[in-house]
């Protein structure tokens, strides 16, 4: 688990990322320090607006250290999620950000292995591949197989995939948010890439 002062350097360094690319800035040179925000973790940054999702962005696979993540996940969820056009300035004080930093993937063949509001899940079969964070299922209040539909779903694949041959992928997250990195426990935001 992050330290309180680690969660709220993460939740600035995205909210400032963002910033300065709305006011056409070079991005700020991040100084870190912290030994654990420099690990290669998986990371989900999302953004919403009154309530709503306004964008989500992450990296599954542990590939950059956390603050470059993040820093990544927070430019693209606000400038180059398909789903919604480009974050505007005057929308920016409304917006909340949520931090999602994921447990590695582990690969399950029963689904029993899945617990509802704990874990998010990865599936994938062939090229397609969809994922969901813990919270997205806690929000629409899903059991076990809906959560399994609407991932596969989210890969583009048909509800019934994932019993014919899909790979299903478990992880956990640790969720929180502005304004003072605060667990998230109104989960449910994130729509999970």
Known sequence: MLKP???????????QTIEARLKGEKIP???????ELQERRGAFVTLTKGGRLRGCIGYTEPIYPLYEAVASCALSAAFSDPRFPP???????QIRIEISVLSPLQKIQDIS???VGVHGLMISKGFQRGLLLPQVATQYRWDRETFLEQTCYKAGLPA??????????IFS??????????????R??????
């Open 29 to 35: 040179r991040l100084e870190v320090e912290e030994p």
């Open 188 to 193: 449910g935001r994130g729509e999970g890439g």
């Open 5 to 15: 002062s680690s969660r709220q350097k993460l939740l600035r360094i995205a909210r």
């Open 173 to 186: 997250a640790e969720i929180f948010h502005e304004p003072n990195g605060a667990e998230g426990e109104e």
């Open 87 to 93: 974050l505007r300035a005057e929308e920016l004080p």
């Open 113 to 115: 292995q899945i617990q």
């Open 160 to 169: 019934d995939a994932w019993k014919k041959g899909a790979d299903i992928y």
